[in-house]
């Protein structure tokens, strides 16, 4: 019986447990298949945080880092997270990455355009400070991954559910939301 529980404890504990971050190379497709998203890393010091990121996106399926002589449909800088992931709208114009951890005064969602960054604190969220606890994390995100894109009066917004309901915010880089 004491086995059973000791195992059981191990187990509980290990389902809460935080992944560390990989620092990986990673691509991510739009919903409709039709745009690519390339992260990359320029260097390969020991320490990948202190590395440049840029995110390169592509019209069409890549699944693999494009041909050098591909040019893409735009770039920019990438901040990672050490975390590979995120969301690319159906038009290839905006790429997100969603912290999948609360911080109520750091950045949780990250929008990239061509034009802007848009970044937003966890506070800007309003989900509350009773958040389900992780072995160093609060979990915002209801389980499930909503996060979307959808456009509205000619309007880019992102979606996502958190464990206090949906939340939309403006993707369009003049807009203030």
């Known amino acids: 019986m004491k086995k059973f529980v000791l195992i059981f404890l191990v187990l509980s504990i290990c389902s809460y447990a935080d992944q560390p971050p990989d620092w990986n190379e990673f691509i ?3 919903e409709n ?9 320029q260097g390969k010091s020991e320490k990948p ?3 440049e990121w840029v995110l390169n996106v592509y019209e069409g399926f890549y699944v693999s880092s494009p041909a050098p002589n591909i040019v893409p449909a735009w770039s920019t800088s990438y901040n990672p997270s050490g975390y590979s992931g995120g969301y690319l709208s159906n038009d290839g114009s905006a ?4 912290e999948f951890w609360y911080y109520p005064n750091n950045p949780v969602v990250q929008i990239y355009r061509q034009e802007c960054n848009i970044q937003k604190n966890g506070s800007y969220f309003k989900v509350g400070s009773k958040l389900q606890q992780t072995a160093s994390h ?3 995100l209801k ?3 909503n996060v979307k894109y959808y456009t509205t009066n000619g309007k880019l917004v992102l979606q996502l559910e958190t464990v206090k309901g949906l939340r939309k915010l403006s993707a369009v880089c003049s807009e203030k939301t």
């Open 95 to 98: 790429f997100s990455y969603v």
């Open 33 to 41: 298949k039709k745009w690519s998203a390339v992260i990359v890393r």
């Open 28 to 30: 991510v497709q739009s």
């Open 49 to 51: 945080w202190k590395d």
């Open 143 to 145: 389980e499930g991954d």
């Open 138 to 140: 609060q979990l915002w």
